[in-house]
């Protein structure tokens, strides 16, 4: 049983791990984009499409990626351009993504699916127990294990991490240097729209195989949290993605063992758990959080 | 480099709002160097005509998704009218859909005037629903129907409160941030309820749909006109004014605003800010507790899995278009909730998901949100 949990955690991981990685970028510019949970939907059901309709999945993928894109876009615009209310907005984008998947995505349900299918690592994937695990997934959960590190690299080893970091900390400290914070806020949102976005295509395409109106139940707004949870730490976001599918995964096998207790209070603990890890570290990371952030949020 | 320090734009951005404070720019200046800034110094009529712009604009986009989407956009259009406006009975149901959108709405109001958000109304909803359900079951008709109706009430603006309770408590003992926690337990409240649809309370009657018991006739609210649109439009209506009231001439009104406005200040001014905090959110979610019970003793008589689904996130968006006030909430919903209607129309006549006209909503809400009101830091 251990072993189908932990198969179950790292698999369901990966559609939560794409949206903490990308919306760490977007906080740590000092935007907040509860927008993720509609940018998902619109990856999860463009990859769908894409994946059916050209043969590739892919191809799928990546027009999952602008489709996620697409929808952050819409909310750096309000947010930065417009200065409407982040909060607000990035609900309104959510609100969008459910509109336009349910509007386009209507013929998609309960049609066949076009799959990533597992690639076994070879001589890995023999190893008993960890092979399993770690190393009989589709592509898109390996990507999704080594973004975490390389999201790392990125923000705090490379040029453009330290853009993005000054943007969340100190936007002045960029106007000195000639450049505009907000630039750098619509890159990061961007990314971060485009990576919920292959997220929602990896649920679509390579975990859950079908689509659904809403099918993403508020992982995008887990993501979110998990972004508070992981102190906008990229390594520390792949504890928070796989607590969280871990969470779903032991819930499913209990489920499927048969216990006494309500499956539908059985699907409630994953949020609970969420829940909680706010509750005990907010205090906490109060003073992690980007300065630009604690501003609106 | 052409960036502008982020400090000058909001001065500019200050000085061009509103329709109120803005002079109108006469005619024959010499433009400044931004134009685009420069002709968002409106007047009134400017005002008007920039409000229809962005609602025409969103329109107008909303057509192009239909079109897109392989559907003659007049026809569907026509179609949303017709079964919002159309005839006394779309007409009805607007005014059904409004009431539970309208407490929803004033759900995000009160907290939003202490600074806070509450994105759980969909949650509280469905907990006052719930609540008013269990009352109903616990009296089981041995009393009279307006001291039922009153108890029923209460017990649904119990529960809506008691689920309020948790970010809010979260939020002054841990620092955990409600608008996130409110938002996760809107997906426990949905789980609670299928639970108990499918399981706890299912009616032994429903076979392959799940609900639970009818509510007995005293569990009902009364019928106000035709056969379907009940009282609860009154109640909503009437709770708008109470908390136009208590916002507007209470010191406790007068308290929360300073709270949303300057926490310090607040904090100074020794007020007691934690309990000022937490009753804004119960009395949220006590309100939207109340558009639950409404909704499960006006229309549904009993509990399903779908029901009330999404209307607590229309309603925050409703509290957003009316820019949180209480008053103009009512307008603000009864729009909504006609979208929500028209929903019906482009299902029927046009095979669309009902869901479709979220994007109507979204669009809306987006073009007042960036384009029709003055920036809010």
Redesign the interface.
Known sequence: MLEAVLTGAVAGGTSILFPVVGETFTERSGVIN?GTEGSMLAGALTAYIVGIESGSVWLGALAGAVAGAALAL?HA??VLT????Q???G???T??G???T?????DYVGQGVNAFAAVPIPVLSDIPFIGPILFNHDPLTYIAIISGPLAWLVLFRTRFGLMVRAAGER??V??AY??????IRYLATVLGGSLAGIGGAQLSTAFTLNWS??MT??RG??A??LV?FAAWDPLKAIIGAYLFSGAIALQLQLQARGTDV?Q??L??VP??T??VI???L??HR?HDAPESLSRV? | MTAVPDAIVEQDVEQQSGPSDAAPAPAGTPAPDDSRRSRLHVGPIAGVIRWTLALGAALLIYAAFLAARGADPVEALRAMWDSAFGDSTGLGETLIRTAPLLLGALAVVVPARAGLFNIGGQGQMVMGAIGAVGMSFALDGNVAQPVTLVLVGLAGAAAGAAWSAIPALLRLTTNANEAITSLLLNYVAGLVLSWLVFERWKDPASLGQAFSEELDAKSRLPILWGERVHSGILLAVLAAFVIWWLLRSTAWGFRLGVLGGNPEAARRAGFRVEGLALAAMLVGGALAGVAGMVEVTGVEARLRPDMLAGYGYIAFLASWLARHHPLKSIVSSMALAAIAVGGFGLKISAGLSGAAVNVLMALVLLAVLGFARKKEV
């Open positions: 509860l819409v615009f309000m417009r200065g409407a209310n909060i607000a907005t609900l309104v984008v609100f969008l459910i509109g336009l349910a509007l386009f995505g209507q936007p002045e960029l106007v000639g450049m505009s914070a907000t630039q109106e809403n139940v508020g707004f887990v979110v949290s508070i309500s539908y209070l699907q409630a949020y609970l969420v829940i706010l509750a005990a907010s205090r109060a949020f």
